[in-house]
């Protein structure tokens, strides 16, 4: 019989007695995500992938400087659940894990990728991984962001 007039007089106590949930105006921009914008197209190809009907475009954010991002295109009927694009330095040998040394890029999607400066200073591959499977979907030949010319199709 106590408990079952300790146990609401305390729930109702414990709920009245929190603290108030923190409110923020904006988000920061370093966190809101915003795409960044990409001008230039440096190259643009549909050889990378073997078993996969990708394009892939090497964008730059100002003409012969600035950061370079990475678009892909595909058909419809290839994108998989959740596919996420990874980028391993080197030429790893993959199984159907992603390699403990690659770095998330984003999700395949209509946005850009920007790439960190380690991918744009090494070569290596592209790696696409579904999440929703659990396996990697493809993985790219070898290049590197530095040695391709921009007259590659």
Same mark, same amino acid.
């Given at each position: 019989m106590v408990l079952g007039i300790a146990l609401p007089t305390l729930f109702a106590v414990g709920m009245a007695a929190r603290k108030p949930m923190p409110v923020i105006a904006e988000i920061p921009a370093a966190l809101s995500g915003e795409p960044q914008s990409f001008k230039f197209v440096e190259w643009?190809? /549909? &050889?990378? +992938?073997?078993?996969?009907? #990708?394009?892939?475009?090497?964008?730059? &954010?100002?003409?012969? =400087?600035?950061?370079?991002?990475l @678009? +892909? +295109?595909?058909?419809?009927? +290839?994108? @998989?659940?959740?596919?996420? #694009?990874?980028? =391993? /330095?080197?030429?790893?040998?993959?199984t159907n894990t992603v390699p403990d040394n690659a770095i998330l890029l984003g999700a395949f999607g209509a946005e850009a990728l920007p790439l960190p400066v380690a991918v744009t200073m090494s070569g290596g591959v592209l790696l696409l991984f579904s999440l929703a499977d659990g396996e990697i979907v493809d993985v790219s030949n070898p290049f590197s962001i530095q040695a391709t010319s921009p007259s590659a199709n």
């Open positions: 643009q190809r /549909a &050889d990378l +992938f073997a078993h996969a009907p #990708v394009q892939v475009r090497l964008l730059r &954010d100002e003409r012969k =400087s600035g950061r370079y991002g @678009k +892909f +295109f595909a058909d419809k009927d +290839f994108i @998989k659940p959740d596919l996420m #694009v990874y980028w =391993s /330095a080197g030429n790893p040998t993959t």
